[in-house]
């Protein structure tokens, strides 16, 4: 009987000094005291380092605020809106993700900031093309990131080939490359990403109106089909076609069994010339040649140079949740995020664009050749992005590139939209 | 008496060198002749365990060049811990190792004495309706996937305080109870009902005969139970990540997914942290095995 009363006495005492180790635990992760703590999110996985110094910078800076990075993810950010207690301030992906907290209203406006009154207007376009609330700067863009074919400066200027301005020199370029036996594209098929991202948007991007298109796409709605004014199969046929052309002529032979990892290796031991990816891919080439020479042009896809354009997108923007309950000391960080020296600092680091119309980024070499489209917002948004998540659209034009009918596929796509709009 | 046991060990010794021979006469050549198709195909399932082990181990001690350079298989040169002092600081790994302890220790525990206790009262009380039909209604919840409740689920934790580690352990203890209840049910059946009504009969209240007779004779069930419910709450990605709020005290798998990123390889980095978070399932595993491998045979033979 004694022996059971000790046992139980000893489980007791045991629970008990669980317990408090755990409330231990956990009040030691509150903040420092005296100090307005907010939650930064960021989760841009290569520029972590870069954020942490800087945050760390911004709160020796000063004593009111403390921010505190969180590193954790898109879906733990979504579950947070769910649950009421989302991120203060956040710098990710705009998105059609994204999108859905700006239509619901979820997050602040920002018109007042000084920050909104410093980015470039003509970008507005692509932050509404992904949706708006009403009477609200509900995002700022923070980093541009502009996507066009990178090829191996040496490679071009062994076989003294010219960057090309048009589709027949394009073409010409693919054939004077396969005749000296060099790969013109190198294409990783296996990841369908990298199809929509490089291949298809940069050939439909570069013909086809994209902010106008969608607009019409839009009023269309439940009506998009073989009689309706736009669709997939009218306007996107003659881009895919073209697309065909290069994907079926002048790619290494094993495209479709490479990912993007292999592609990045391949491109770097200079297995072929060009490469449709975005700048995302040039760190990841410099892991194995750091000084290989890189350049980046827009793909031609008609006859005149002056349709020549990029793909952008909005790799980061900034927004302050509605239901912060620090959204002063949150704007407070935002306007040090926007200071000239420091977000130019970060898109340097990126190889994004900044913004904003005061930036005096000087370009890295890699991405030069697309600064002077960038300036004349001769840009683009993808329209792989632009389509719903709902429509598997990355691996609708893996099949095309597979062999699937483009006509056929397209037709599908027409037929999904149009069921996508009678849904909502 | 001691004459008689040397007796007895002499005779016993002799008895052996007597069979010994002979039974090695006999069964040598079984022991000599190889079953080629069953090796080839045990050392084929053992490759196709070891390779990829081999691949993660070699990695992550590989430099970022060569991570990335396409040869899996080939051997560190040079030999980097460059991997791991980065998957450490990145996912601050003390933290989350300790957070996922406390996850896993918390659903292990909880899911082994609430689920001997149900199953306990179920098997005993069987013939009563209400009892009958909770079994049922614990079983009822595997239908359920935590998907498919995620979104209430986030939205109360967040209202009653517990979108912390804690509430993982409820919720994770809740998801892994109806399998439990299942299997301790059908073990706790095979045990004899005589043993219980000698310890009545010696005077133990329920609750004594539950912890001195029943949990101890349990056990075998209880490490299997155990060792899902580690599996589970070690590996588990989606709960954590949307039940816990506070980045700080989010557990390791969530942490590592970092690494997972559309645009960028960091092999050594990944796999040196995947390491790091393996060990402590191997451990466990290497350790509790013995009862695993007993559990099954003993049911085995019962049922």
Known sequence: MESVKATRKKRMAAMGLGLALLAGLLSGCTGEPGKETIRFTFSKREAIGFMTKLVADYNASQDKTQVVLDTSGVDVVSASFVRGNPPDIALANYNMETSRFVQRGALSDLSGTQAASRVREDLQPLMDQYGSYPGRTSALPYSVMASSVIYNKEIFAAHNIAVPKTWSEMIAACEALKAAGVTPFYATWKDDWTIAQGWFDYSVGGQVDTIDFFKKLAAEGTEVGPESSVSFQKDFNQPVEKMLTLAKNYVNKDAASRAYGDGNLAFSQGKAAMYLQGPWAFSEIAKTAPDLKLGTFPLPMTEDPKDLRVRVNVDLAAWIPEASKHKDAARNFLEYLYRPEVIDAYNKSQLGFTPTKDSANVPDPRIEGMVEYYEKSQVYQGPSVLVPRTIPIMNYTQAIVFGASPASTLRTLDADWARLAFRQ | ?303
């Not at chain 2, 796999?271 to 095995?289: D, E, G, H, K, N």
């Open chain 2, 1 to 303: 008496m001691t004459k008689q046991t040397t007796l007895a060990i002499e005779d016993s010794s002799h008895v052996e060198t007597a069979t010994v021979p002979n039974i090695r006469r006999r069964s040598a050549p079984a022991i000599e002749r190889v079953n080629w198709p069953a090796t080839t195909v045990l050392v084929l399932c053992a490759v196709t365990v070891l390779l990829p082990l081999y691949v993660t181990v070699s990695m992550a001690f590989k430099t970022q060049g060569q991570a990335v350079d396409g040869n899996a298989f080939s051997f560190p040169a040079p030999f980097s811990l460059d991997g791991f002092i980065q998957a450490w600081t990145l996912t601050n790994f003390p933290v989350g190792a300790a957070m996922s302890l406390l996850v896993t220790a918390g659903t292990v525990l909880a899911t082994i004495v609430l689920a001997a206790f149900a199953s306990y009262a179920i098997v005993r009380n069987w013939e009563r309706r209400l009892f009958r039909y909770s079994f049922f209604y614990l079983l009822g919840a595997m239908f359920i996937p935590f998907p498919v409740v995620a979104l209430p689920q986030i939205q109360l934790t967040g209202r009653l305080g517990l979108d912390n580690p804690f509430g993982v352990i409820l919720l994770a203890t809740m998801f892994q109870l109806s399998f439990s209840v299942l299997l301790f049910t059908a073990f706790l059946r095979s045990i004899p009902m005589e043993l219980e009504e000698s310890a009545r009969i010696d005077g133990a209240t329920t609750w004594q005969t539950f912890w001195k007779l029943i949990f101890p004779l349990l056990a075998p069930m209880s490490a299997t139970v155990g060792i899902f419910a580690f599996l589970y709450a070690w590996n588990d990605f989606m709960m954590p990540s949307l039940i816990i709020s506070d980045p700080a005290l989010q557990t390791l798998p969530v942490r590592q997914n970092l690494f997972q990123t559309q645009f960028s390889n960091n092999y050594h980095v990944s796999f040196a942290s995947y390491l790091m978070a393996m060990a402590p399932a191997i451990v466990a595993y290497l350790f509790t095995q013995r009862w695993v491998m007993a559990g099954v045979t003993q049911g085995a033979v019962k049922g």
